[in-house]
């Protein structure tokens, strides 16, 4: 899973592996170490009592929450993303964006094998 802050935007973008993990144990959690005591983590996980996509940040930790909607459709469909806004009481919210990640369609020297085929790679 990899994380994109901007602004009042957050992105996620999973693997396959990430979406078979979110499927079974219903979580997806990464950790940057920067050193012995400075670690950012970032995860996703399934949420049955939410209607709506939601983050908090506690504990050097931002956790995004999939209401069971959304959840359903990243494990069992071929959409490739879900979105949503959040109340953060600033001029357009805070935006969540959890989207597939899918293989580049130019050169790169990323391994793309775990990730999804770009739509766009065929007419």
Avoid at 29 to 53: A, M, R
Wanted: aromatic share 6%; with cysteine.
């Amino acid at each position: 899973m990899k994380i994109r802050i901007k602004g009042n935007s957050i992105r996620l973008r999973l693997t396959k592996t990430d979406i078979q993990n979110l499927k079974t144990v219903e979580k997806v959690e990464e950790k940057t170490i920067l050193s012995g005591n400075q670690i950012f983590q970032y995860s996703l996980e399934k949420n049955e009592n939410s209607d709506s996509l939601k983050a908090t940040f506690e504990n050097s930790k931002i956790s995004v929450f999939l209401p069971q909607n959304e959840w359903e459709t990243l494990v069992n469909t071929d959409e490739i993303t879900v979105s949503g806004h959040q109340e953060n009481g600033e001029e357009g919210n805070l935006f969540l964006l959890i989207e597939k990640d899918l293989k580049c369609l130019d050169a790169t020297f990323e391994d793309q094998s775990d990730m999804y085929e770009n739509p766009k790679a065929h007419c």
